[in-house]
Protein backbone atom coordinates (compact mmCIF):
# COMPACT_ATOMS: atom_id res chain seq x y z
CA UNK A 1 0.00 0.00 0.00
CA UNK A 2 1.07 3.65 -0.49
CA UNK A 3 2.35 5.42 2.85
CA UNK A 4 3.77 7.55 4.70
CA UNK A 5 6.25 6.68 6.91
CA UNK A 6 7.82 8.18 9.57
CA UNK A 7 10.99 7.46 11.73
CA UNK A 8 11.74 6.67 14.15
CA UNK A 9 8.05 6.71 15.97
CA UNK A 10 9.73 7.94 19.63
CA UNK A 11 12.92 9.95 19.80
CA UNK A 12 14.47 11.35 23.24
CA UNK A 13 17.06 13.96 22.67
CA UNK A 14 18.73 15.89 24.86
CA UNK A 15 18.33 19.99 25.51
CA UNK A 16 20.52 21.21 22.82
CA UNK A 17 21.35 17.98 21.23
CA UNK A 18 20.84 18.00 17.22
CA UNK A 19 18.04 15.73 15.90
CA UNK A 20 16.26 14.82 12.48
CA UNK A 21 13.57 13.39 12.02
CA UNK A 22 12.85 11.53 8.63
CA UNK A 23 9.78 10.89 6.60
CA UNK A 24 9.31 8.94 3.19
CA UNK A 25 6.15 8.45 1.14
CA UNK A 26 5.60 6.33 -1.95
CA UNK A 27 2.17 8.31 -2.94
CA UNK A 28 4.46 10.26 -5.18
CA UNK A 29 3.15 13.16 -4.14
CA UNK A 30 4.35 16.49 -4.99
CA UNK A 31 3.58 18.63 -1.70
CA UNK A 32 5.79 17.27 1.60
CA UNK A 33 4.86 18.89 4.66
CA UNK A 34 6.22 18.78 8.34
CA UNK A 35 3.39 19.71 11.50
CA UNK A 36 3.91 20.28 15.07
CA UNK A 37 1.29 18.94 17.57
CA UNK A 38 1.75 19.48 20.97
CA UNK A 39 -0.71 17.96 23.54
CA UNK A 40 -4.31 18.80 22.76
CA UNK A 41 -3.70 21.19 20.59
CA UNK A 42 -3.95 21.48 16.68
CA UNK A 43 -1.13 20.63 14.41
CA UNK A 44 0.57 23.66 13.34
CA UNK A 45 2.05 24.14 10.05
CA UNK A 46 6.18 24.35 9.82
CA UNK A 47 6.98 24.47 6.38
CA UNK A 48 6.14 22.59 2.94
CA UNK A 49 7.49 22.03 -0.06
CA UNK A 50 6.38 21.98 -3.39
CA UNK A 51 8.74 19.85 -4.98
CA UNK A 52 11.98 21.03 -4.38
CA UNK A 53 10.81 24.70 -3.57
CA UNK A 54 10.89 25.55 -0.03
CA UNK A 55 8.09 27.34 1.62
CA UNK A 56 8.84 28.65 5.36
CA UNK A 57 5.67 29.60 7.90
CA UNK A 58 6.47 33.23 9.15
CA UNK A 59 6.59 32.12 12.82
CA UNK A 60 8.47 28.88 12.45
CA UNK A 61 11.79 29.14 14.65
CA UNK A 62 14.84 29.52 12.84
CA UNK A 63 15.99 26.20 14.54
CA UNK A 64 13.57 24.05 12.66
CA UNK A 65 15.42 23.44 9.09
CA UNK A 66 14.28 20.76 6.59
CA UNK A 67 15.96 19.27 3.71
CA UNK A 68 14.49 17.10 0.47
CA UNK A 69 16.65 15.73 -1.81
CA UNK A 70 13.74 14.06 -3.75
CA UNK A 71 10.45 13.37 -4.09
CA UNK A 72 10.55 10.64 -1.77
CA UNK A 73 12.08 11.95 1.25
CA UNK A 74 11.72 14.84 3.59
CA UNK A 75 13.86 15.55 6.94
CA UNK A 76 13.06 18.28 9.69
CA UNK A 77 16.58 18.82 11.49
CA UNK A 78 16.08 20.53 14.93
CA UNK A 79 19.85 22.66 15.38
CA UNK A 80 19.15 23.11 19.08
CA UNK A 81 16.13 21.65 20.64
CA UNK A 82 14.35 23.04 23.67
CA UNK A 83 12.43 21.93 26.30
CA UNK A 84 9.32 23.59 24.28
CA UNK A 85 9.72 21.17 21.46
CA UNK A 86 8.54 18.69 22.92
CA UNK A 87 5.61 17.19 20.70
CA UNK A 88 4.73 14.81 18.00
CA UNK A 89 5.89 15.84 14.33
CA UNK A 90 3.85 14.85 11.82
CA UNK A 91 4.54 14.29 8.13
CA UNK A 92 2.00 14.60 5.10
CA UNK A 93 1.99 14.67 1.78
CA UNK A 94 -0.73 16.02 -1.02
CA UNK A 95 -0.91 15.41 -4.74
CA UNK A 96 -0.58 19.29 -5.33
CA UNK A 97 -1.44 19.94 -8.36
CA UNK A 98 -4.95 20.50 -7.56
CA UNK A 99 -5.44 22.87 -4.46
CA UNK A 100 -6.93 21.18 -1.97
CA UNK A 101 -6.13 18.00 -2.32
CA UNK A 102 -6.31 16.02 0.97
CA UNK A 103 -3.78 15.61 3.06
CA UNK A 104 -2.12 12.12 3.96
CA UNK A 105 -0.53 11.65 7.15
CA UNK A 106 2.28 9.32 8.29
CA UNK A 107 2.47 8.14 12.09
CA UNK A 108 4.10 11.19 13.57
CA UNK A 109 7.62 11.27 15.78
CA UNK A 110 7.09 11.72 19.35
CA UNK A 111 9.56 14.21 20.31
CA UNK A 112 10.92 14.29 23.71
CA UNK A 113 13.65 16.99 24.75
CA UNK A 114 14.87 16.12 28.41
CA UNK B 1 -4.70 35.96 11.39
CA UNK B 2 -6.38 33.62 8.88
CA UNK B 3 -7.44 31.20 12.05
CA UNK B 4 -9.93 29.03 12.45
CA UNK B 5 -12.19 28.36 15.65
CA UNK B 6 -13.64 25.32 16.29
CA UNK B 7 -16.72 25.00 18.88
CA UNK B 8 -17.07 23.36 22.10
CA UNK B 9 -13.33 22.75 22.34
CA UNK B 10 -14.52 19.36 24.64
CA UNK B 11 -18.05 17.02 24.53
CA UNK B 12 -18.97 14.74 26.38
CA UNK B 13 -21.63 12.53 25.43
CA UNK B 14 -23.77 9.12 26.11
CA UNK B 15 -23.17 6.92 23.55
CA UNK B 16 -26.71 7.35 21.06
CA UNK B 17 -26.65 11.20 21.98
CA UNK B 18 -26.03 13.35 18.88
CA UNK B 19 -22.91 15.59 18.55
CA UNK B 20 -21.96 18.83 16.74
CA UNK B 21 -18.95 20.23 15.99
CA UNK B 22 -18.88 24.13 14.50
CA UNK B 23 -16.38 25.51 12.59
CA UNK B 24 -15.89 29.13 11.92
CA UNK B 25 -14.00 31.66 9.62
CA UNK B 26 -13.47 35.43 9.77
CA UNK B 27 -12.74 35.36 6.07
CA UNK B 28 -14.60 33.18 3.01
CA UNK B 29 -13.16 30.00 2.46
CA UNK B 30 -12.86 28.46 -0.95
CA UNK B 31 -13.43 25.03 0.36
CA UNK B 32 -12.99 23.37 4.10
CA UNK B 33 -11.77 19.78 4.41
CA UNK B 34 -12.77 17.72 7.76
CA UNK B 35 -10.47 15.44 9.74
CA UNK B 36 -10.43 12.93 12.49
CA UNK B 37 -7.92 12.47 15.09
CA UNK B 38 -7.95 9.32 17.30
CA UNK B 39 -6.21 9.34 20.42
CA UNK B 40 -2.63 8.42 19.69
CA UNK B 41 -3.11 8.82 16.34
CA UNK B 42 -2.35 10.93 13.15
CA UNK B 43 -5.47 13.66 11.50
CA UNK B 44 -7.42 10.72 9.09
CA UNK B 45 -8.79 13.13 6.01
CA UNK B 46 -12.72 12.51 6.68
CA UNK B 47 -14.24 14.79 3.76
CA UNK B 48 -13.73 18.06 1.70
CA UNK B 49 -16.57 20.53 1.45
CA UNK B 50 -16.68 23.29 -1.85
CA UNK B 51 -20.05 24.49 -2.60
CA UNK B 52 -21.47 27.13 -1.15
CA UNK B 53 -24.70 25.37 0.90
CA UNK B 54 -23.00 21.99 0.53
CA UNK B 55 -24.16 18.72 2.23
CA UNK B 56 -22.42 15.86 2.34
CA UNK B 57 -22.77 12.36 4.46
CA UNK B 58 -20.89 9.47 5.27
CA UNK B 59 -23.52 7.06 7.01
CA UNK B 60 -23.90 8.63 10.89
CA UNK B 61 -21.64 11.56 9.68
CA UNK B 62 -23.46 14.91 7.76
CA UNK B 63 -21.39 17.69 7.03
CA UNK B 64 -22.62 20.64 5.86
CA UNK B 65 -20.99 24.16 4.55
CA UNK B 66 -22.79 27.49 5.03
CA UNK B 67 -24.04 29.63 2.81
CA UNK B 68 -21.51 32.34 2.97
CA UNK B 69 -18.43 30.16 2.85
CA UNK B 70 -17.32 31.06 6.52
CA UNK B 71 -18.01 28.40 8.44
CA UNK B 72 -19.18 24.84 8.54
CA UNK B 73 -20.36 21.69 10.64
CA UNK B 74 -20.34 18.13 11.28
CA UNK B 75 -23.14 16.14 12.96
CA UNK B 76 -22.45 12.39 14.51
CA UNK B 77 -25.91 10.98 14.96
CA UNK B 78 -26.53 8.39 17.34
CA UNK B 79 -22.68 8.72 18.44
CA UNK B 80 -20.89 5.59 19.26
CA UNK B 81 -17.72 4.45 21.05
CA UNK B 82 -15.52 4.49 17.84
CA UNK B 83 -16.30 7.88 17.24
CA UNK B 84 -14.35 8.83 20.00
CA UNK B 85 -11.17 11.15 19.13
CA UNK B 86 -10.94 14.91 17.84
CA UNK B 87 -12.20 16.25 15.02
CA UNK B 88 -10.47 19.25 12.84
CA UNK B 89 -11.77 21.48 10.57
CA UNK B 90 -9.02 22.72 7.96
CA UNK B 91 -8.58 25.51 5.56
CA UNK B 92 -6.21 26.32 2.84
CA UNK B 93 -5.13 29.23 1.22
CA UNK B 94 -3.42 29.86 -2.16
CA UNK B 95 -0.41 28.39 -1.76
CA UNK B 96 -1.26 24.58 -1.02
CA UNK B 97 -0.87 25.45 2.85
CA UNK B 98 -3.67 23.52 5.02
CA UNK B 99 -4.41 25.51 8.69
CA UNK B 100 -6.30 23.23 11.12
CA UNK B 101 -8.79 24.59 13.41
CA UNK B 102 -8.72 24.41 16.90
CA UNK B 103 -10.16 21.01 17.47
CA UNK B 104 -13.14 19.55 19.05
CA UNK B 105 -12.42 16.33 21.22
CA UNK B 106 -15.52 13.94 21.53
CA UNK B 107 -15.62 11.52 24.58
CA UNK B 108 -18.10 8.90 24.50
CA UNK B 109 -19.58 7.04 27.03
CA UNK B 110 -20.44 3.89 27.26
Known amino acids: DAMVIQNPRYQVTQFGKPVTLSCSQT?????MYWYQQKSSQAPKLLFH???????NEADTPDNFQSRRPNTSFCFLDIRSPGLGDTAMYLC?????????????FGNGTRLTVT | GQQVMQIPQYQHVQEGEDFTTYCNSS?????IQWYKQRPGGHPVFLIQ?????EVKKQKRLTFQFGEAKKNSSLHITATQTTDVGTYFC??????????FGSGTRLLVRP
Open chain 2, 49 to 53: LVKSG
Open chain 1, 92 to 104: ATSRGRVMSSPLH
Open chain 2, 27 to 31: TTLSN
Open chain 1, 27 to 31: LNHNV
Open chain 2, 90 to 99: AKDNSSYKLI
Open chain 1, 49 to 55: YYDKDFN
